[in-house]
């Protein structure tokens, strides 16, 4: 049971009372410690567990460019902008002396996703997109931090279908992604924490660049031999 009493003690603020400005502080500066804990541990621990996983995906997205493809992203909401964030890094190469690689963001085109998603219903928006423009030898890569996204999942079957190499990036216990056929690779970041598993999904592309352009660079060093920071 609450009274009146206890719920003003909970809540300050609605009866006229101004919170200890200290006490908000020292709780936001542990909330703040904790969450970075956390982010730092969540990554640290899906790179332990996945690195041979994240080089097989590497080796698939170089095999795409190697023999002429192209690379399509999808994603909804914050997953949508990092689709966008992929695709990016590989047009436009932030390291000097990396070329540009083809890669398309489906989630680009407002006109094509409304009309599809008006006309046919919202799980066809990425489907149709990789039927108009998806060959044999592309890649897909679809982002989803529950891995239960049905349009992804349409795209995905589809691009099966076609002979696309298919990677998904997916959160919690990677859904129907981490279990469908259609996926030649998934990658999961273990946690419930939707927050971790976009910042550690940051992380797994921003390395899988590096690593595909370090495969298609027979004139380069090892890994390791640029500075990620040149030519920013």
Same mark, same amino acid.
């Given at each position: ?15 006229? @009372? ?40 590497? @080796? ?13 992203? &999808? ?23 990396? =070329? #540009?690689? =083809? #890669?398309?963001?489906? $989630? ?44 992804? &999942? ?17 959160? &919690?216990?990677?859904?129907? &992604? ?35 352009? $370090? ?14 920071? #040149?030519? @920013?």
């Amino acid at each position: 049971m609450t009274g009146p009493g206890t719920l003003e003690s909970l809540y300050p603020f609605l009866h006229g @009372r101004k919170q200890d400005d200290e006490a908000v502080q020292a709780g936001l500066l542990e909330s703040l410690r904790q969450k970075a804990e956390h982010s730092v541990e969540t990554k640290r621990r899906f790179f332990e567990d996945n690195a041979e996983a994240v080089v097989a995906v590497a @080796r698939s997205i170089a095999a795409v460019y190697r023999n002429k493809g192209r690379l399509f992203t &999808m994603g909804n909401g914050g997953s949508s902008c990092d689709a966008a964030h992929i695709a990016v890094e590989f047009q436009h190469p932030v390291t000097a002396g990396r =070329p #540009a690689l =083809p #890669a398309e963001n489906l $989630t680009a085109d407002v006109a094509v996703m409304t009309a599809v998603g008006n006309d046919l219903g919202f799980e066809h928006v990425y489907l149709r997109q990789i039927v108009a423009h998806g060959r044999p030898g592309d890649g897909l890569i679809g982002v989803s931090t529950s891995g239960n996204s049905a349009n992804l &999942m349409a795209a995905f079957d589809k691009a099966r279908e076609i002979g696309l190499t298919t990677i998904g990036l997916a959160g &919690m216990e990677g859904g129907a &992604m981490a279990h469908s056929p259609s996926l030649d690779h998934c990658l999961v970041v273990r946690t419930d924490s939707i927050h971790r598993i976009q910042e550690c999904h940051v992380a797994i592309y921003h390395i899988l660049w590096d690593l595909v352009h $370090t495969l298609l660079a027979d004139d380069r060093g090892g890994l390791g031999s640029d500075d990620d920071e #040149a030519g @920013r």
